[in-house]
């Protein structure tokens, strides 16, 4: 679904799930788009080769996996993970997938791959060329697409270079991954961090944006202040929750997560994985308060 912001400003909701991305077209002097979330069905008519700029969010293959669709364009993403995308080793590491094998034993890691819609990737873990020039940003920067400008924050938490842009004249926030879905917020990765998170939720609601749209969520919303302060809280939700189970029941990782206390389903094997990647976050937190201690792969709370 597409909804004009304004005369230049596209926004498209996409309708293709969670392993695509909404994106936002710039029709301006620099033609632009922010996030490839989409494959060439999700395209919605728009004519690839007259982008000049493509700008990524950050690095995640639901953000990034329709790059090679724009060959002409300049890869813009922060600074932090520009290196990245033009390594398939980093990005298996940043992705916390040389963990798989350890958090997921016994389970294909192409075929979770596959299962979660990542299919079409011709089992790579990126799709697209890594020899693309790739021009880094950092926060603060103003985006001059000719008449429409965007501002960059960036606002780690979610991956260590995550970015959202402002467009002030729209008093329009894009949130990128701080996603404000029902799953929310996700913080799983090495470099992934829910304090930085939290700081990154505070800023945008400091920031008081009139209208919020994240790369997932299905609407444009208004007044988002509770509903940021909502999502953050449920960091906290979680870790109560992890927190007073291994109270009553001392667990390794894999009892631990058969409980669900993050994802309420695990419809396939690599959100089983996302509830271990998170829960780690969650014991490391307890760890540095002393709430939770291990002992031979054992969490018990203290
Ligand atoms: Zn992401
Ligand atoms: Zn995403």
């Known amino acids: 679904m597409r909804i004009k912001i304004s005369d230049k400003i596209n926004l498209e909701l996409t309708e293709q799930g969670f392993t695509y991305s909404n994106w936002i077209y710039i029709d301006d002097e620099v033609q632009s788009i922010i996030e490839t979330g989409m494959d060439e ?116 938490g979610h991956s260590v270079g995550h970015c959202c842009f402002w467009f002030p004249e729209e008093e329009l926030f894009f949130s990128s991954d701080i996603c404000l879905t029902k799953v929310g917020p996700w913080y799983g990765e090495h470099l992934a961090d829910p304090d930085e998170m939290i700081r990154s939720i505070d800023r945008i609601i400091d920031l008081k944006p009139r209208r919020v749209v994240s790369s997932h969520i299905h609407e444009v919303i208004e007044d988002p202040t509770a509903c940021l302060l909502e999502f953050k809280g449920r960091i906290v939700k979680r870790e109560e929750r992890v927190y007073n189970y291994l109270r009553e029941h001392p667990s390794d990782i894999h009892a631990l997560a058969a409980e669900n206390l993050i994802y309420r389903a695990h419809p396939t094997n690599y959100v089983v994985f996302w509830e271990k990647l998170m829960l780690l976050k969650h014991i490391e937190r307890l760890e540095k308060q002393g709430l939770v201690k291990q002992s031979d792969g054992t969490y018990f709370g203290v």
């Not at 982008?51 to 090679?68: A, E, F, M, P």
């Not at 089992?123 to 926060?139: G, L, N, Q, Y």
Request: charge should be negative; proline fraction near 4%.
């Open 41 to 156: 069905d999700g395209l919605q008519g728009l004519e690839c080769s007259k982008i000049d700029l493509v700008i990524n969010s950050h690095h995640h293959l639901d953000h990034t996996r329709g790059n090679n669709l724009f060959p002409r364009a300049k890869i813009m993403i922060h600074e932090l993970e520009a290196d990245i995308l033009r390594s398939d080793d980093l990005f298996i590491s940043y992705n916390s997938l040389d963990l798989w094998d350890e958090l997921m034993p016994g389970a294909d890691v192409w075929e979770a791959f596959e299962e979660v819609g990542f299919n079409g990737c011709n089992r790579s873990f990126k799709p697209f060329d890594i020899t693309r020039t790739v021009e880094p940003f950092a926060d603060g920067q103003i985006l001059d697409f000719g008449t429409v400008k965007a501002q960059v924050l960036h606002m780690p």
